[in-house]
């Protein structure tokens, strides 16, 4: 396995993992804090960086059927979230290839 780099965000709001407090998106990134994660509130973003993403599997969420991935942090493992990658429904395809970030899994970092 060979050395992880990680890519540092600039801006006025950085988040990062609650954890090791690796960048993982900025504020201007952010589409919506009404979003519900496994754990509590969650955030969605149109991306996030240093993540590595899951193998694909088909949930069943309080919006419909979605196939989503898994994230977990680059540097720790620690799950953050995960990715949408299909939405069976067509009120939700603004969803795909956006990411849920949990709210409880996420620090400020500046």
Known sequence: MGMKYRRYLAGERIY???KCKTHLATIHSMISRAFNG???RAYLFEG???VVEGEPNDRLMTTGNHTV???YCIKCATTL???YDRAY???Q???EGKYILERNLL????
């Open 16 to 18: 990062g993992c609650s």
């Open 38 to 40: 496994q754990h509590g």
């Open 48 to 50: 996030v960086v240093n």
């Open 69 to 71: 991935r898994d994230i």
């Open 81 to 83: 979230g995960w990715k």
């Open 89 to 91: 429904e067509a009120s």
């Open 93 to 95: 395809r603004y969803k």
């Open 107 to 110: 620090v400020d970092v500046q």
